[in-house]
Every structure is written in C-alpha cells, then in structure tokens.
C-alpha cells in the first residue's frame, strides 16, 4: 500500500513508541494506544512503596554501539539523560576466589587490549580469547556451550555472563549465532563502542517521557486504557480493531502495527508463529546511598547476583535466566543476593537495608535456536498490519535495542522505506 495517512499502533511499549514517533515525524496522522495505565512496558519506572523511592522494573544497561537506540534517543532529544563512566570498563568480582579484575577493551577495532594482563580477564591468557571467533560461524541449531569450552575460565568468568545477560537464556540453551552476533556488535567493535550508558534519573525519564512529548508535538495522540480485544479482516486487510474503548474501523488508505507482547500477539492473531517459551529476570533493590566514586556497576561471578548497579538512592541487582529463583520467597533470596551486593560494593553484610524484590516470570522470550525459528518478519499477509516488538525477528536478542529496531522497521515497512526484515 501507499503511505498511510492514518496508522494506529498498539502497545506503548518501546517497539510501539519508536514506531509512532517515526510516522507521527514523516507526518502521519498516529494514534497510540496502551492497555496500562501508563507508556513503557517492560522498560519503565515508578515508586516503589515498600522503598519509599522511584526505582526502575529493570537494570537496563545500553552501549554506544545500540545503533537504534542511540537513534531513537537523538529522535527524542534525550542524550543529555544519559550518564556512565564515560569509557568502556567492567569491573568483576569472582565470589568464589575473591579475584577482582576491570575488563577493559581499547577503544579500536583491533583488540590489543587483550595482550594486556591489565585489561583482560584475570587467568586468561591472549590465546583464551582465540575460540570466540567461532561463534560467528556457529550453526543456527548450535548452543553457546557447543561453541565455547564451559570448562575454560574465559567462559566462566566472560562469555557465560555476557551470554546470559544479553540473551537472557543459560549458556547451555542459548543460541551461539546470537550471541556471536552480540559480541560482533559490541566487542568486536572495539571499545568506543562497548562504552557503557545509563539513564541519569530513570528509564521513563530517558526512554518513555521525553518520547511522548515528541509524540505530542508531532499530533499524535496517545490513548491510556485503551487495550486492544480483537481484530477484524476483510480479504487480505484488517478491517477493525476492538478497543476496551470501543471499535475503531480501519478505512482505506489506513493501518495499524501490533507492538503487543509475543503471547498477546499469538492471541490476537491465531495463526502467528511466535516465540512461546520464555525466560525470568529477577531483580533485586537495596535503599543505600552510594558515594559517587563507588563503580557504576560490578559484573559477579560465581554468586547468585549477576551485575550489581548502582544508581541514585538504590544498589541493584540483575539476575538473568532467574526460572530457578522464580519460587524462592522474597524474604529468602534478599539476604542471599544482598551478600553478594556487599561483596561487590566492599560493604558491612549486616544490617542489609530496606529491600524490594521484583520478579519477572515472562521478562523475555527464550534466545534458543527453537524459539530463534518463530521469530516473525515485520510484515504480515494483511497489506495494512505490521507487527513490532523484541520478539519479531531483528536478528538482536530482546533488549531495548531489539525493541526499538523494531518499531522502527514496522513504520518503515508501512512508510515503504524499506522491506520487511
Ligand atoms: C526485568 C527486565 C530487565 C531487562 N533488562 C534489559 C537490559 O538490561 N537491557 C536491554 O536491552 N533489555 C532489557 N530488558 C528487555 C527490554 O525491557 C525489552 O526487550 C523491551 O522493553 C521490550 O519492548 P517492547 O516494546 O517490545 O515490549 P513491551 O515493553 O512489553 O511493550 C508492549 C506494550 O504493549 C502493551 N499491551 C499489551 N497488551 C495490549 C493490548 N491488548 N492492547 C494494548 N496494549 C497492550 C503492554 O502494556 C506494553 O506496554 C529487560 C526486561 C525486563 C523485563
């Protein structure tokens, strides 16, 4: 179809914000609609009661090289709400031997940051680093751990964690293609591009507000409440969308992109194959002010916490491909991940401070070869739909970045600047 002149798109989420902003910009007539209360999805913040403070629902970490993203933040002019140390360096803590180590990568593309003992990893040697070369070659139906040797320290210490966080799928599972195209994108582009960025406030006030503000500025209109219930077709177009609020028609020359969670997707839509295995992030907040020449964050190895942030007021936990700690009552598993915290902060394990646990059962689909295959292109058989969201298939695991890339392709598909990925 030619542009449309009208496209409502569903999900606040960031797929669906980078969608609206790119046509509601190229001067398409956009209405947003979300089924919570507020824009943001699984990337937001709020006030937490318990901590009696904002915190986000998740520690989530950018690099220079997220391309889309750092597009998406020029688009909505929230460069300055970025903060970070500014180069790229990852201080780790080994729990089980108490080894420190800060990896720190040059800035180039050739990485001679590994011939030096204080930039690696501490127990790897330059040739340790040799065999990571293969992921990028790895067979789609291939796992990180038919890669990568499980028993070598570089793993234990480097590619296990990396894998993990950027996949949010264990080692063992995780597709090793993935992955290897995570580290060609970050790694494997030298340090400028591993610098480390983080929302100064919060991840509303970098990712989500300033995005509706732009929106609003573009006329396009953002609907709270309004949660999608159905779709209605005719031939080969959608016809209708069914609203909490009631039914919007879809006339000609109209069109709407799906920026719904994978299992809404599905529901909507019931002949869509998309991911339909999931994994948990489990997140763990601590009330402590830190001094500000505390590490912006500390990579644990061996511990149940994975990376430890600090931010303002808080110390926060990620834990990763968490399915194992889903059940464990909250009262059990804050002191656990606190010592971990206290480690890696070089803090008094006791008292532990006010504490919240939030867990995320359904943080991200599974990044396993099976669940890769399930991964649906932007567009649909309907000429006037288009589907966004960390779940379609952009070649990037689920991540902020993922997310974004794929609004961005949805409206591209719809503007007909680009074909469907
Ligand atoms: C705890 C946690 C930690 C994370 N950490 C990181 C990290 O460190 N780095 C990183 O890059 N990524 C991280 N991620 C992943 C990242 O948050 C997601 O990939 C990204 O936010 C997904 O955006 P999305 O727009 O695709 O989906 P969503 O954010 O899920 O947006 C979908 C939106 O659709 C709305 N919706 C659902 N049903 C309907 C309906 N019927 N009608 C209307 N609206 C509807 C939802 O309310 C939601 O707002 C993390 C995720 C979690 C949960």
């Known amino acids: 179809m030619s542009q449309p002149h009208r496209v409502h798109v569903v999900g606040a989420g960031l797929a669906g914000l980078a969608a609206a902003l790119t046509l509601a910009q190229s001067g398409v007539g956009v209405v947003l609609h979300e089924a919570a209360p507020q824009a943001g999805g699984r990337c937001r913040s709020y006030v937490d009661a318990k901590l009696g403070c904002r915190i986000d629902n998740g520690n989530h970490l950018l690099l220079a090289a997220n391309r889309a993203a750092m597009r998406y933040i020029d688009l909505i002019g929230a460069r300055a ?33 590994v011939l030096a003992p204080s930039r690696r990893v501490k127990g790897t040697s330059p040739f340790s680093y040799l065999p990571a070369r293969r992921l990028m070659q790895a067979p789609a139906q291939a796992v990180v751990t038919e890669i990568l040797d499980p028993a070598a320290t570089i793993f234990r210490r480097l590619w296990q964690p990396l894998a993990v966080a ?175 915290v206290a480690a890696a902060f070089d803090l008094a394990a006791e008292p532990m401070p006010p504490w919240q646990i939030v867990k995320e059962k359904r943080a991200t689909f599974a990044a396993t070869p099976a669940q890769l295959q399930r991964r649906p292109k932007a567009a649909t058989r309907w000429t006037n739909l288009a589907l966004a969201g960390d779940w379609t298939d952009t070649g990037l695991p689920a991540t902020i970045e993922g997310a974004i890339a794929s609004g961005f392709a949805a409206a591209d598909l719809l503007l007909g600047r680009a074909e469907s990925r």
């Open 81 to 113: 709400t970025l903060t970070g140390p500014g180069v790229a360096e990852y201080p780790f803590l080994d729990r089980a031997t108490g080894e420190r180590w800060v990896l720190r990568p040059n800035a180039g593309k050739i990485p001679w940051w």
């Open 166 to 340: 950027a996949l949010n799928t264990e080692a063992e599972a995780g597709s090793a293609r993935l992955f290897g195209e995570v580290v060609r994108q970050s790694l494997g582009q030298g340090g400028a591009a591993c610098i480390p960025l983080l929302p100064r406030e919060g991840l509303s006030e970098t990712l989500i507000d300033p995005a509706l503000g732009k929106l609003s500025t573009a006329h396009g209109a953002f609907r709270t409440g309004s949660r999608l219930r159905s779709l209605a077709f005719e031939s080969d177009r959608l016809a209708a969308l069914d609203f909490d609020g009631g039914v919007e028609t879809v006339l000609e020359g109209e069109a709407a992109i799906l920026a719904v969670p994978a299992p809404i997707a599905a529901r909507l839509l019931p002949d869509l194959v998309a991911p339909d295995e999931f994994r948990a992030i489990v997140n763990a907040h601590y009330r402590i002010a830190m001094h500000g020449d505390a590490p912006w964050f500390v990579g644990v190895i061996g511990g149940t916490a994975e990376w430890v942030f600090r931010k303002p007021e808080i110390l926060s936990v990620t834990v990763s491909a968490a399915d194992r700690l889903i059940d464990m009552p909250a009262e059990e598993l804050a002191p656990i991940l606190w010592r971990d």
